[in-house]
């Protein structure tokens, strides 16, 4: 495995190597030649391409760096490296695309010839080939960065052969307007590559998401796992992405089963999205904004006192309130199922029957085992009811998080108390 690692690491290193060398030899000849017949758009197009090695260059530099050992004991790596280096190279190629383009623009016209035509038009197959490369050695290193490079480097071949034609419109014409026309987009070319490189390493280097999609995936992909997001970042750093979510989850998952949910969230943000280096999933319990709690009572008012019982309490208050306390709100049944022969049946078609209303929570002076384990079955959280406070107040103070959580039923096995010896 690590062999196999290996050896695409080496192969890489030729491909690049090549693309290094083509890229190289186009900047050597264009220079050379626009020096030797004082073409502007020809030097620029030579600078364009000589910086375009020393990009690529900070590329491979980074990947490497960032993938050594030392890198990875930092907490975010050295990514960032990236795009310190593309930033200082921006600010040099924008102040070459100045100086020399101005510089173009107001100085003389040379002599029509076909050899910078020429020159220009030869070097565009090598930056072809070298775009090529860069792609080839972006696939078997997974590097996004590389991916970018190549696109770039392509756009620079079109850009190129449109120097060429101006170049060769110049020639053919010795219209000086024809150079002129080739010399801008020279100049235009190589302020892209400045926009470029400095722009992506300038939002990183700041913090500012390069791309608020990505986000909106991250966001997509925690709720298609049944989660609230609470909040989603995403920083970015050279050619990955470091991500972090909170999550909320419904109160009554336990925290083992939170982060198993995490998890999976986690590694799918990894998988379908590229260039993603570590997700930090961090777990809030949910913070709801409505309750709907029943609390049993035994006279039809909300004012009413909670009930001791639960399954054969006369009444239901029913009420809807916000989390601030506020009630919005409420009504009272009748519990059909006081009188049910057996008290344990009451209990649970009492808890079905909450269930079915769509209640969130119930607070309770008093709950059985079956009753309590058939509420907590449908998700519906249990609470201390305060026995000197009204139903009403109750709610408000359930809401508000200032009822204790009832952890287990109140009186158990009722069953297995009659006249059981197993008890005693
Ligand atoms: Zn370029």
């Not at 920083?235 to 972090?244: A, I, L, N, T, Y």
């Not at 982060?259 to 799918?268: G, K, N, P």
């Not at 049993?296 to 309490?313: L, M, N, Q, V």
């Not at 919005?328 to 209303?357: C, F």
């Amino acid at each position: 495995m690590q062999g196999a690692v290996r050896g695409r690491g080496a192969r890489a290193a030729l491909l690049l190597a090549a693309s290094l060398a083509l890229v190289g030899l186009a900047a050597l000849v264009r220079y050379g030649v626009g020096v030797a017949y004082s073409n502007k758009a020809l030097i620029i197009e030579g600078l364009h391409v000589g910086v375009d090695v020393v990009i690529t260059a900070v590329i491979i530099v980074s990947m490497v760096l960032a993938r050594s050992r030392r890198a990875q004991r930092l907490p975010y790596g050295l990514f960032k490296l990236e795009d310190l280096a593309a930033f200082m190279v921006a600010v040099v190629i924008l102040y070459l695309a100045l100086e020399v383009g101005i510089e173009g623009i107001e100085g003389p016209v040379p002599s029509a010839s076909l050899i910078p035509a020429a020159a220009e038009a030869a070097t565009i197959p090598a930056i072809l080939g070298a775009a090529w490369l860069k792609e080839k050695a972006g696939e078997l290193l997974r590097s996004p960065g590389l991916h970018a490079d190549a696109v770039h480097t392509i756009v620079d071949a079109v850009e190129g052969g449109l120097v060429a034609v101006g170049l060769t419109a110049f020639w053919l014409t010795g219209v000086a307007a024809a150079y002129r026309v080739a010399l801008i987009v020279a100049v235009i070319g190589l302020l892209l590559a400045a926009w470029e490189a400095g722009r992506d390493s300038l939002l990183s280097l700041l913090d500012i998401p390069r791309d608020r999609s990505l986000i909106d995936r991250v966001r997509r992909i925690a709720t298609s796992h049944g989660v609230e997001v609470a909040e989603a970042r995403a920083r970015w750093s050279g050619p990955v992405v470091f991500v972090e979510l909170t999550i909320r989850t419904h109160p009554l998952i336990s925290v083992e089963d939170a982060a198993i949910i995490a998890r999976r969230i986690a590694d799918r943000i990894k998988k379908s999205i590229e260039g993603v280096w570590e997700v930090i999933v961090r777990i809030e319990p949910c913070r709801r904004k409505r309750f709907r709690v029943a609390i049993p009572i035994d006279k039809p008012s909300t004012e009413a006192k909670p009930s001791r019982h639960f399954g054969r309490a006369a009444y239901m208050a029913i009420i809807d309130v916000e989390a601030d306390g506020k009630i919005r709100a409420s009504k009272i049944i009748r519990n059909p199922y006081q009188a049910d022969k057996e008290p344990l049946l009451s209990g649970v078609k009492t808890a079905e029957k909450l269930h079915d209303m769509g209640v969130s929570d119930v607070a309770v002076i008093n709950i059985g085992e079956v009753s309590y384990g058939l509420l907590l079955r449908h998700q519906i959280l249990v609470w201390r009811a305060k026995h000197d406070k009204t139903a009403k107040e109750n709610a408000a103070l359930l809401a508000k998080g200032q009822l204790e959580k009832l952890r287990e039923p109140t009186h158990e096995k009722p069953w297995a108390s009659r006249g059981s010896h197993m008890e005693a």
